[in-house]
């Protein structure tokens, strides 16, 4: 049920986001969702793809650092309280979200939130007994 | 094994008497041929015969690398030009490159001074020496090179740069010794990884390396990642090139000075007062056996510390530690005096680092300020930023607790700063010049 995330040690310098676009375009790699954390010094950008493992060998050729980790992508209702509701069953369950971001659908009808978090099988647990709607990787990376 | 037994192996009270008649014949050769010495000795009103012990070696006057610069190209020659068979000169990295001859006496010496230091580090005939220091004025690639044949090893003469060349050679020729600068080793290492050759499966065995400072934590690093036995060589230009002493793989601590033809002392490198055996400061060299350009008390700017207590290789000869630093490359950062390879040993220290790194210092206001560059690499990277940012901060303790300065660590991408095939270039000072 989970979904791979790649993520990208970017030094805050001008021009590096571009040379990571420009690797996976020339790679036929397409971003389906992305998120960038940064502080004065650097970035980490964390990119869901169509294609994670060729997008992962092609940027560590091109002499990137590249890391993986298994994120979670949930189907959030949109309308008011839809986040809200899933953060406090995940909170009342002692789960932390190391950090989240935005995934929007063509659709339109759903939004998808990309959890981070400290302890992934129990979350990914308590939202399928409670019924909320994971998005595994194969239909998140060919939406 | 060693190479010349009855000189490196000679009990302490054959040696001395050896050195002191060298250094008494040195000193008439040079009043004699050298008119910057003649001069010199009559400023300090010191007459050759008057050298009568080893002790009195502290009475002549020092050799600084501003001398021979002043007399570029040839004035510190103590033979006719044409008893010059070869000419080397130091990179001039800092300054004016600064030239050395050789008679042919000279270059035999230091071809068989080489194989001592091959034999210390048990290497002998039969064995394949690739040979990565740069061949040319740079005493390095062609001091080992004789060295080598002296001995009657195989060498390759590959010398500096080409480096996919020399992963395919390493991988083809299956040298067992490797002679680089340290850091270069390392480039190797990753650029044979990325041709997918792995060097635990080289026939390498042992790395023989020199001309830059270099950390015993560096050296571990090396050993794991080379699959070999690490072994620190000195030299330089100024004196002979690489070959002045040598680290035996018997003990792997310190490298013996071959003493019957370098005396050694060490000095306070602010007072030039002579510093008992033990203590650390400048290496002084006075060499006894050179003909073209000898020199008397030569200031390497080299801080270390001579240790006396027998070694169990058997040389007799006295070994030098490790070279901390320069004493001109020593960074003196709001007042706290810092060697670069400290912050390699706490850096290397930290798990995970790489050993490659740069250090930059710069001024605001009036107050020093110090970033040190570090390579992120794989093992160390995290998807959260709170993550890496304790990692800086865990390095920046560290600094600050070791070596009491306040650093700014940066985290750069690898590859990212620049790899250099002869000597690594560590510090960037971007400070006013006083």
Not at chain 1, 82 to 102: D, F, P, R, T
Not at chain 2, 124 to 134: K, L, Q, T, W
Not at chain 2, 206 to 226: C, H, N, T, Y
Not at chain 2, 392 to 413: C, D, R, S
């Amino acid at each position: 049920m989970k979904v791979e995330q790649i993520s990208i040690f970017l030094e805050n310098r001008a021009g590096r986001l571009t040379d990571v676009t420009r690797v996976l375009s020339q790679a036929k790699v397409n971003i389906r969702a992305l998120s960038l954390a940064d502080t004065s010094d650097f970035g980490i950008l964390r990119l869901i793809v169509t294609d994670h493992e060729r997008a992962k060998q092609v940027l560590k050729e091109n002499g990137f650092t590249v890391g993986r980790t298994s994120v979670v992508a949930v189907e959030v209702d949109d309308r008011p309280g839809g986040l809200h509701s899933i953060l406090e069953l995940l909170s009342n369950n002692q789960i932390n979200v190391e950090y989240m971001y935005a995934f929007v659908q063509q659709t339109g009808k759903d939004a998808v939130m990309i959890f981070r978090f400290d302890r992934t099988d129990q979350a990914v647990e308590i939202l399928q007994e409670n019924k909320i709607r994971i998005i595994p990787g194969d239909e998140l990376y060919n939406l | 094994m060693i190479f010349d037994i009855e000189n490196e192996t000679a009990p302490r009270e054959d040696l001395e008497p050896l050195q002191l008649s060298r250094l008494r014949n040195l000193v008439e050769r040079v009043n004699a041929n050298v008119p910057f010495y003649r001069r010199k000795f009559e400023e300090i009103g010191i007459r050759p015969e008057q050298v009568k012990s080893l002790n009195d070696l502290k009475y002549l006057p020092f050799t600084e690398k501003q001398d021979l610069r002043n007399n570029y190209p040839f004035g510190l020659f103590a033979v006719p030009k044409e008893n010059v068979v070869r000419i080397h000169a130091s990179s001039g990295t800092t300054g004016k490159a600064t030239v050395v001859g050789y008679t042919h006496r000279d270059v035999r010496n230091w071809a068989s001074l080489m194989a001592r230091a091959f034999m210390a580090a048990g290497v002998n005939r039969g064995d394949v020496v690739h040979n990565a220091y740069g061949y040319g004025l740079f005493t390095g690639g062609l001091g080992v090179h004789y060295g080598a044949e002296e001995l009657g090893a195989t060498i390759v003469p590959i010398s500096g740069g080409g480096t996919r060349r020399q992963v395919m050679l390493l991988r083809d020729f299956g040298p067992t010794v490797l002679c680089s600068t340290p850091s270069y080793s390392l480039f190797l290492f990753e650029a044979a990884q990325e041709a997918g050759i792995s060097f635990s499966e080289l026939p390498i065995r042992v790395g023989i390396f020199g001309a830059e400072p270099w950390s015993e934590e560096m050296r571990q690093d090396i050993q794991s990642k080379l699959g070999l036995i690490a072994l620190d060589i000195y030299g330089l230009s100024e004196i002979m090139g690489p070959g002045v002493a040598m680290e035996c793989a018997a003990a792997q601590k310190g490298l013996h000075i071959f003493e019957d033809h370098f005396l050694p002392e060490i000095i306070d490198p602010i007072t030039g007062e002579q510093l008992p055996p033990g203590e650390t400061g400048e290496l002084v060299l006075t060499t006894l056996t050179k003909e073209a350009q000898p020199l008397i008390r030569y200031r390497t700017r080299d801080i270390t510390a001579l240790n006396y207590v027998p070694c169990r290789c058997g040389r007799t000869h006295v070994r030098m530690n490790r070279v901390k630093g320069r004493s001109d490359d020593m960074l003196i950062i709001r007042g706290v005096n810092v060697f670069p390879s400290q912050i390699e040993a706490l850096l290397l220290e930290t798990e995970g680092l790489t050993p490659h790194y740069q250090l930059i210092l710069d001024r605001q206001g009036a107050m020093d300020t110090l970033e040190v560059r570090v390579e992120v690499d794989e093992k160390l990277f995290s998807d959260e930023v709170r993550h890496l940012q304790r990692l800086e901060g865990k390095i920046q303790g560290n600094i600050k607790e070791f070596l009491g300065v306040t650093a700014k660590v940066k985290l750069v991408e690898p590859r990212s700063l620049t790899r250099s095939e002869g000597k690594a270039k560590r510090i960037i000072d971007q400070r006013p010049k006083a």
